[in-house]
């Protein structure tokens, strides 16, 4: 079965500093994976993700993640954080035992002080 | 940029009624979908639907549950009797294709409260 971990709740970083959010992930086909960020009273919010190709994908937000296949990891990261990106983030990948099913961490909660 | 919108935001019912939430997905998107997150918990998956049925559901969505399209724009999800646990934030999804490539957008969801 497929799955997704985020072994952090919660990451806190200083404005201006580098951040990373961390998941790792078990996959039994290609791994297609998504970040998706939840703002307060918001939706889910795709991010960006990774099909194939360059190991490191760029999204929304000055937001990147790294793919690394050997690690079985995907990073979420952003070489310099803003307060405004203060939320909740999510990994997720898509379920190769379904047709159309997305699984979801439990997501960690990125708080950024100013 | 398109966006899948969700009515209502909040809904409060008594246990026992029955609920309605509505989702319009994104304009050119075939392919619909509805998950919910328990209050501190995971998002999880309820169903996936395209050209008119259900192609896939998951254990939780059982009889209680159904999903409708009734015109070109609404996605609906119906819950027939709602119990304690089905509080819960409800999330519509669209899609463009079938693709497992194919990125999944989300409404804002409807936070359902059954007393």
């Known amino acids: 079965a497929q799955s997704v971990a985020q072994p952090e709740d919660q990451v806190n970083v200083a404005e201006g500093n580098p951040l990373t959010v961390k998941c790792t992930y078990s996959?039994?086909?290609?791994?297609?994976l998504f970040w998706y960020v939840q703002y307060p009273n918001r939706g889910l919010q795709f991010l960006l993700k990774?099909?194939?190709?360059?190991?490191l994908v760029k999204g929304s937000y000055g937001f990147e993640a790294e793919f690394n296949k050997s690690q079985t990891s995907f990073h979420l990261k952003k070489p310099s954080a803003l307060v405004s990106d203060s939320a909740l983030y999510f990994c997720a990948v898509r379920d190769w035992d379904s047709a159309s099913k997305i699984i979801f961490g439990s997501g960690t909660r990125l708080s950024i002080r100013p | 940029e398109p966006e899948v919108t969700q009515t209502p935001s909040h809904q409060v019912t008594q246990m026992g009624q029955e609920v309605i939430l509505r989702c319009v997905p994104i304009s050119n998107h075939l392919y619909f979908y509805w998950y919910r997150q328990i209050l501190g918990q995971k998002v999880e998956f309820l169903v996936s639907?395209?050209?008119?049925?259900?192609?896939?559901k998951s254990e939780i969505f059982d009889d209680q549950f159904s999903v409708e399209r009734p015109d070109g724009s609404n996605f609906t999800l119906k819950i027939r009797s709602t119990k304690l646990e089905d509080s819960a934030m409800y999330f519509c999804?669209?899609?463009?294709?079938?693709?497992?490539?194919?990125?999944?957008?989300f409404g804002p969801g409807t936070r359902l409260l059954v007393l």
């Open positions: 990774y099909i194939t190709g360059d190991n």
């Open positions: 639907f395209y050209n008119n049925e259900i192609s896939e």
């Open positions: 996959v039994s086909g290609n791994p297609y």
């Open positions: 999804a669209s899609s463009g294709g079938p693709s497992e490539q194919e990125t999944q957008y």
